[in-house]
């Protein structure tokens, strides 16, 4: 992915990772469309970055995404990069009856389903695009597990499969694929994490992904240095050990 001189949609950035990302990227000297749900939040980032584009869009909602995909194309016929960036993370507890189902199916249609229909309704007109790219987004939990998240970690893990397969169909193509796998990053993702000391602060995080794009436009893989120690645990042959030292367990998960 060239680090300028693109036209980007990114659904679900009006906080975090998502919006300061769009911020960056339109400061590179790209023209950035940020979705979301809500028209007054949206109305707000309008008001305060006049260079963003803002558009509705509920990503768990397939008619939304059909709907707003086809605007978005109309509107910005140029447009050459989707980054699928909207997603949920929960708390769950499994060993409670009844405890996890709804909350999963919930997570699954958002993190899953949502980038799958914003692929299946980008892939045609990208496919028409002379440098197209489509960013996914994942996690360094989907390769070393959290305890406490058990369906965000599938569903990251399931992301990250379906851009290592895309990419071998859509090899001889003018699309790439590109997964970024974000570490713990001071957001509100999940309630406390903005305060946590073991999380990335969030301009750290954006301004080592920038870097990494401009390095390596040709790159499958966004890894900040700190996502490593998940990302690799099992190449490095201590998967146990990473996954006790992540959940605060002995080594054989007591």
């Known amino acids: 992915m060239n680090i300028s001189g693109n036209t980007i949609f990114i659904p679900g950035a009006t906080s975090g990772i998502g919006l300061a990302l769009a911020l960056e990227l339109s400061a590179k000297g790209n023209t950035v469309i940020v979705g979301g749900r809500r028209a007054e939040l949206l109305q707000q980032i309008a008001a305060e970055h006049a260079a963003l584009k803002t558009v509705v869009i ?12 086809a ?7 140029e447009v050459n ?32 389903l949502g980038p799958i229909r914003l692929i299946a309704a980008f892939s045609e007109h990208l496919l028409g695009r002379p440098d197209a790219t489509i960013m996914t987004v994942t996690s360094g939990l989907a390769y070393t597990p959290l305890q406490a998240t058990p369906t ?10 379906l851009s290592e397969t895309l990419r071998l169909q859509f090899a001889n193509t003018s699309v790439r694929f590109l997964e970024l796998v ?34 390596d436009p040709e790159a499958h893989q966004i ?12 190449a490095r ?18």
Do not use: C
């Open 58 to 69: 509920d990503t768990a909602n397939a008619e939304s995404v059909a709907h707003t995909s």
């Open 81 to 112: 990069v989707l980054v699928t960036m909207a997603g949920i993370m929960r708390v769950e507890d499994w060993t409670t009856p009844g405890g996890a189902l709804a909350s999963a199916e919930e997570i699954v249609t958002t993190n899953l």
């Open 237 to 254: 042959g201590d998967y146990a050990q990473t996954v006790a030292t992540l959940n605060n367990l002995d080594p054989h998960g007591k």
């Open 152 to 161: 965000y970690n599938a569903t990251k893990a399931g992301i990250h499969m």
């Open 223 to 234: 890894l900040v240095e700190r996502v490593g120690f998940l990302r690799f645990s099992e």
């Open 182 to 215: 974000p570490p713990s990053v001071a957001t509100d993702l999940l309630p406390g994490q903005r305060e946590s000391a073991f999380a990335m602060p969030l301009e750290d995080f954006i301004t080592e992904v920038v870097s990494l794009i401009e390095a």
């Open 71 to 77: 605007h978005v194309i109309a509107e910005y016929p």
